[in-house]
């Protein structure tokens, strides 16, 4: 099994409107969680870390779901310029290292 | 500051071939690291070193080696090219206690394996 694991998508959604995805990860003992974003053929960018209690950065909002080992990223009115793959990123027991998920590719359209 | 920088930016090798990757980071950042994304997949960890002098295999060694003599460097080696080492390498660092939140990257170099 995969330690982080997101629907790949593509999900394709008109400018303003809503789009959400989550990311599960089989690591119980994880630690810290975080949304990366990765343009095309770009180098992968920290978007916002995931707190406990669930937090906001704009139009965008990460939530956490030990119980189930989920995390979830909500874009709100959705800008062309939230075209992306979204990584999901996992911080184990292991201070050192981090776990990627493989991307959920997001497109907003005109 | 110029943050994390990597050479070359795109590479053809023929099988059998070798060559180095060069990463150099400017924050004076511990932690360093040697990713690989493939198509559609995740990152994979190659090595990474936690200082200089130490380093340590991740998920997918096998055909790769590094060394880090200073904190600034962290040289990737490919002996003998396969196709299957194909493939966009990131390199990265960050800082210790906060590895997800610092963790940046330079822009990759894309191997091309023929």
């Known amino acids: 099994r995969k330690e982080v694991e997101q629907d790949p998508g593509p999900f394709n959604v008109p400018e303003g409107a809503t789009v959400a995805f989550n990311c599960t990860y089989s690591?119980?003992?994880?630690?810290?969680f975080f949304w990366y974003r990765q343009d095309c053929r770009k180098e992968p960018k920290l978007l916002m870390s995931v707190y406990s209690s669930g937090n906001e950065d704009g139009r965008f909002t990460a939530q956490l779901n030990r119980a189930s080992q989920y995390i979830s990223l909500l874009i709100r009115d959705s800008k062309l310029s939230d075209s992306a793959t979204y990584l999901c990123?996992?911080?184990?027991?292991?201070?050192?290292?981090?776990?990627f998920g493989a991307g959920t590719t997001v497109t907003v359209r005109a | 500051n110029a943050g994390v920088t990597q050479t070359p930016k795109f590479r053809i090798l023929k099988i059998g071939q070798s060559m180095t990757l060069q990463c150099t980071q400017d924050m004076n950042h511990n932690y360093m690291y040697w990713y690989r994304q493939d198509p559609g997949m995740g990152l994979k960890l190659i090595y990474y070193?936690?200082?200089?002098?130490?380093?340590d295999k991740g998920e997918v060694p096998n055909g790769y080696n590094v060394s880090r003599s200073t904190t600034e460097d962290f040289p990737l080696r490919l002996e003998l090219a396969a196709p299957s080492q194909t493939s966009v390498y990131f390199c990265a660092s960050s800082s210790p206690g906060r590895v997800g939140e610092t963790q940046y990257f330079g822009p990759g170099t894309r191997l091309l394996v023929l």
């Open positions: 990123v996992v911080n184990s027991v292991n201070d050192y290292k981090l776990s």
């Open positions: 690591n119980s003992a994880s630690q810290s």
């Open positions: 070193s936690v200082g200089a002098g130490i380093t």
